[in-house]
């Protein structure tokens, strides 16, 4: 997740500029303004919809597009998983995909006698299934699915057929073509590979779909794609030998192939030469950075930065959170390999909620982590606090009690206007499942990790329940 978000800060500030300028200009270093006036460090959509894709993942404990497609929606209407707050980039084919799923959400609605308040939230399995969630036109094969990817590789590599086969449908649902479907099996197989243990070498060989072609369920990738797989990216002029990193999503595999190819072991190389063949140069950054991350790894990051990444607790604990899910679901699995056409598998439990151990608060919590820095502006260098009031914590966990709205903690946050007041006090998170997860598992014996992500948050709602047991 790192690699991804550091390659989106990274290009960000130079987004469209041409390869000409970036000649004159080349980006050495992660900067602020530009394109989009951003910080130093904040990103955009990849990172967002990235992080949307993640914690899917982690709330439904499995893959279910109709929760993916939500999740978009919410960040393109209400700014959900976005550095600024609000949707401020979204390439066409994802715009189009989600005003579609709007469409459909409110045929669908209506054809079954579901209010509109709750269609964002079904978890009847016979309707999931029965909602179309293919909502890209045919023939889009952009890079939009492609730049979002990693947490679908992250969380099924255990079972490399479902990380690809996976890899792909999380494509469908935006982007139609079978070029983006097939760029996606492969690039996911690739960062399946990496966290198996494939070296370089092998990753970068040409015959690395035949060497894995059980993976791919023996598909064979579409030509353009397998042209790539053959090695076309292997071109030591980069840019003037054809590598371009456009929006194509055939030239932007190609482009981060080319950059992790030829980055003499580097990230910070790769990502700046990513960023300077120029034109979408955040996209073809952040995908540089998917494969990169994972290859060489959290601490082969540029520490300059990493420090500088928005977010960047939260980043973490997302990353080793959807560690821990795809864990937990592979070691529940009994089949071998799973049907090319799956969309919703097993991700409604017999009392029809989604995921066996969701109960909505680590949706909630997820929420207020993402804006909870928007009440005072920034996040706190040292982390000893959020800062918010008395009365803020009562509308927090009023909005963050209604499990139907998440999204409406956004809302309430950028209209906030209350005095500030430190919270200091930290004795135990507010789930014991959560606790038991993050502490026995995830974190492996480093609890001070947890504090930091979760500072504060039990204080809310044990202080709420006290409230409550004392009228």
């Given amino acids: 997740m790192f690699g991804l978000a550091v390659g989106d800060a990274l290009g960000a500030h130079v987004e469209f500029r041409p390869h000409s300028y970036l000649v004159v200009n080349p980006v050495k270093d992660l900067e602020e303004g530009g394109t989009w006036g951003l910080a130093r460090g904040q990103f955009t959509d990849d990172t967002s919809m990235a992080l949307c894709l993640a914690l899917s993942l982690i709330a439904c404990q499995d893959f279910v597009s109709y929760d993916q497609l939500v999740r978009y929606k919410w960040w393109y209407r209400y700014g959900y998983m976005s550095s600024t707050g609000h949707c401020f980039d979204i390439g066409a084919a994802t715009k189009d995909s989600i005003q579609e799923f709007e469409k459909r959400q409110k045929q669908f609605a209506h054809d079954h006698s579901i209010h509109l308040d709750q269609i964002d939230f079904l978890s009847n399995r016979d309707l999931l299934q029965a909602f179309d969630v293919k909502c890209s036109k045919e023939g889009v094969a952009g890079n939009g699915a492609l730049m979002r990817l990693v947490p679908v590789p992250i969380f099924f590599f255990r079972h490399p057929v479902a990380a690809v086969e996976y890899s792909g449908i999380s494509n469908i649902i935006t982007h139609g073509d079978e070029k983006a479907y097939d760029a996606c099996r492969y690039y996911g197989a690739l960062i399946v590979a990496v966290l198996h243990g494939a070296n370089k070498n092998e990753l970068t060989s040409n015959t690395f779909y035949d060497d894995h072609l059980i993976w791919f369920g023996h598909r064979a990738l579409h030509p353009e794609v397998m042209t790539v797989a053959r090695g076309s990216y292997k071109r030591p002029g980069g840019y003037q030998d054809g590598i371009r990193g456009k929006g194509y999503v055939i030239n932007a595999l190609e482009a981060a192939l080319w950059a992790f190819w030829s980055d003499e072991d580097s990230f910070e190389k790769g990502a700046l030469n990513a960023v300077n063949l120029g034109d979408d140069t955040d996209t073809t950054a952040a995908i540089y950075g998917q494969l990169a991350g994972a290859y060489y790894g959290y601490k082969k990051l540029p520490t300059k930065w990493l420090d500088c990444i928005y977010a960047k ?3 973490h604990c997302v990353s080793t959170w ?89 809302q309430w946050v950028q209209r906030a206007e209350y005095a500030r007041l430190e919270v200091l006090q930290l004795i135990r998170p507010i789930m014991e499942t959560m606790r038991n997860i993050l502490r026995n598992h995830i974190l492996h014996k480093d609890y001070s990790l947890f504090e930091k992500v979760f500072h504060g948050i039990h204080a809310f709602r044990d202080a709420h329940l006290k409230d409550e047991k004392t009228k």
């Fill in 322 to 410: 959807i560690a821990y899910e795809g864990e937990h679901w592979f070691s529940n699995q009994t089949f071998s390999t799973i049907p090319s056409n799956t969309i919703v598998r097993k991700a409604v439990n017999s009392s029809g909620r989604i995921g066996h151990l969701y109960d909505g608060w680590q949706d909630h919590i997820i929420e207020f982590l993402a804006t909870a820095r928007w009440f005072d502006g920034h996040e706190s260098k040292y982390e000893k606090s959020w800062l918010i009031s008395k009365k803020q914590v009562e509308l927090l966990l009023y909005w963050v009690r209604q499990a139907d709205r998440p999204y409406l903690i956004h």
């Fill in 313 to 315: 607790n939260f980043i």
